[in-house]
């Protein structure tokens, strides 16, 4: 059994930075791609940036400029370095790691932007 473990929310002010990590429990042979997911009160959860092994990434416009998503795999780890946070930025957010066989999804970790 997998686990995604996360870590690095929190509070902070607007215009702050956070980076979340999300580590893998083992290694996920089959994995093709990772990324990170969040879901505010009352919205559905929505796609915030994703990397493919080969290091292709996309982002959603929202925080085109300001996030950044990478990988150490090494570790089975991916980062979502977050800058010039907004208080719309609030959410709980969720790593996943898609591999052949399934999708792997972290249990969340709150990150709360107070304005």
């Known amino acids: 059994q997998v686990r995604l473990v996360e870590s690095g929310g929190g509070l902070v002010q607007h215009g702050g930075s956070l980076r979340l990590s999300c580590t893998a429990s083992r290694v996920i042979f089959s994995v093709y791609a990772m990324g990170w997911y969040r879901q505010a009160p009352g919205k559905q959860r929505e796609l915030v940036a994703d990397i493919t092994m080969r290091g292709r990434t996309n982002y959603a416009d929202f925080v085109k400029g300001r996030f950044t998503i990478s990988t150490d795999n090494a570790k089975n780890t991916v980062y979502l370095q977050m800058n010039s946070l907004k208080p719309e930025d609030t959410a709980v957010y969720y790593c996943?790691?898609?591999?052949?066989?399934?999708?792997?999804w972290g249990q969340g970790t709150q990150v709360t932007v107070s304005s």
């Open positions: 996943k790691m898609a591999a052949d066989e399934y999708d792997y």
